[in-house]
């Protein structure tokens, strides 16, 4: 069918992926005959992203807005169950298999109170582990929706249970799925926070975020809130908007529906307008199932999947494949051709007598070296622990303004729901759930605020205090290694245009975790904070919702109210209103110095992490310079007939990097047009 067209790009994508990896491996050689253990690493790090790299299209919507039939109308299939009732309630990541299987992923560490809906089989599976870093279980793919599935039992508070599963994986033999692209189902914003929470910590690894809204009703407020205080605050403003079900609004209703999805969306998105699709994934799918093309296309749906593989490869996949092979083209033109080598064809050209006094000499600055490494580590930490306390007093602070906020929420509350003449158990639990659920929401709205308004920019301010201070010093210790190594070869360097601090931060962001590669502090302040933002926050989030969670305030709120019934006690309303409060109060007093020191922790983590990899990598750096000084003392040592193998190698070696360099200019050439 013509609608599956959209996979040429992704195919495409793919041979240029696989040329990458050629170039990869041909360079490995290279990197090893010259010593360069270092970067060897890199490669390998390389080789291996490049491998496992995918396209995470993640799609994200509130409950009965048809993101399962959407996504079941780009793959065209019925991979994921469409339900009437909302269920998505852990991640589902479908990706290519040759069999259909499902894959089970357990949290680490798993929630202290579990559903008990948990079937037995996978509870024992836990069990035999000691609920300790669990490891991944097949489950049978027919009964996915047991653990998919949002339980809706008789108990409502067994649905605001956090779920022990990480993740799903889905397998499917789907053609699209074999081009490397992943679609990730995220549970549904309008569902408890903590669900919502699991939505947004997976932004972050998502190519493309597809935000699923019901034309029918769109742009509700917790959809706006969503996009307003999660994503655009958080840096993901590549967004699409799929307005689904656009064939049941009227023709005549459909531009007005139009001009009011550009008003209140356009600007939400670095697309703009183009980046709103209408679309029916219902008659996408049943245009897919009859191979009827007239329907397909009616359906929107082809326009929008060739602009997404277009983007996919086009912008997201083409950068991080031209930032790689840029990367190695650095490694191979400018550190190898242009230092390494020559640095060894002047020393092995020279006197075993006088190699061996320059090294001699070199020696004692290389250890200086690693000394004035530590004194740059201790500094780092110095900074990371005056944050530290700074991280610690804003959380508390928050913690603080909290608890004189809650009052106020309570106060100004009016229930929907009536406890009765007679108050009994069961129609007061059902207000300490509409009163928890309150609550929590204006918690989170709470939290985000002082998230972004506060946390993200005094984040910001830190990872520049702290790695500001040390720039000036690893350029200077970067210039003394290049002269050591000159003073050693007798060869000079040519340099590049970066500074030395400019290299080491790139090199480390590109083997940190979850950050791309980096050349500036500001970019990196930027990048922490953010990150730090979403784990932080997430987690001062969960902490706090938990404080007015109804399972935790059931018991003592429901016999207060109850008693002060039996005592012939007025207002009971107002009993329980007074109740939940006094246990809100207390828990966050109680609860407050554990939580404030969890999250300054996780926050130091990050910041720990970077100079961990800061100093990590520059003494890499130091040792490898010595080590590659030392081969080429013991290589002079040999002999002759050892001397004019290696030279013979070291030409062999410079003209395999020149034509690696050639290959790579044009792969270059391919992905930046």
Known sequence: MAGLSYCDPY??????????????????????????????????????????????????????????????????????????????????????????????????PLPETLPTSIPQATLAHMKKYNMQNVPPMEIPYSQIEDYVVIPMGEDPRQMLLESPYEKVELFWPLMLLEQGVEIIDSPGLNEHATRTRVTTEYLSKADAVLFVMNAQALCSQEEMSFIENNMIPQGFEDTFFVVNRFDCIPEREKPMIRRYA????????TFGES???????????????????????????????????????????????????????????????????????????????????????????LAAQISQKDQLKSRLNVGIESSRIQIRRLIGDYLRRLSEQVPVWIEQYEFTGKLGLVPNKQRVQSLINELSDHIS??????????????????????????????????????????????????????????????????????STTELTQLEDTQALAVAVSRKSGRDVGAGVLLGTLSLAAPVALAAAVIGSVLFGWVAGQQGSAKKLKASMQEQILEQIQLQSPKLTEAMTNRACAWLQELADSVTGKLEQQIRETDTQLAAIVAEL?????ALRASREILQKTQNDILKLNSRLDGLIMQLVD
């Open 637 to 641: 040592e040999q002999g002759q007939e």
């Open 441 to 510: 929401r204006q918690m989170e709205s709470y939290q985000l605020t002082w998230r972004n308004e506060k946390y993200v920019p005094e984040m910001e301010r830190r990872v520049k205090e702290i790695f500001s201070q040390v720039e000036e010093d690893v350029d200077a210790l970067l210039a003394q290694m290049q002269t050591i190594r000159e003073d050693v070869s007798g060869a000079q360097s040519r340099g590049g245009s970066e500074s030395g601090w400019q290299r080491l931060l790139r090199e480390t962001t590109a």
């Open 275 to 365: 980046g709103i699709y209408y679309i029916s994934g219902l008659m996408a799918l049943n245009g897919k199932r009859q191979r009827n093309a007239a329907m397909l296309k009616a359906s929107g749906v082809p326009a929008f999947e060739m602009r997404l593989s277009k983007y996919l490869t086009g912008n997201k996949g083409k950068a991080k494949l031209a930032q790689n092979a840029k990367e190695l083209r650095h490694i191979l033109a400018e550190e190898a051709l242009l230092q390494v080598l020559p640095e060894r064809k002047k020393m092995l050209s020279s006197s075993l007598e006088e190699v061996k006094a320059r090294y001699e000499q070199a020696r004692p600055k």
């Open 262 to 269: 550009t008003m209140k969306l356009a600007n939400c998105t």
């Open 11 to 108: 195919k495409l994508h793919q041979q240029q992926q696989q040329e990458f990896a050629k170039l990869l491996a041909a360079s490995a050689q290279v990197i090893e005959n010259l010593g360069m253990l270092r970067r060897r690493d890199d490669l390998k790090r390389m080789a291996q992203k490049a491998q496992s790299d995918t396209f995470k299209i993640q799609v994200v919507g509130t409950f009965k807005n048809g993101k399962s039939t959407f996504i079941n109308s780009i793959l065209g299939e019925d991979v994921l169950p469409a339900y009437s009732l909302p269920c998505t309630a852990v991640i589902n990541e479908v990706k290519f298999g040759k069999t259909k299987r499902a894959v089970l992923h357990f949290r680490n």
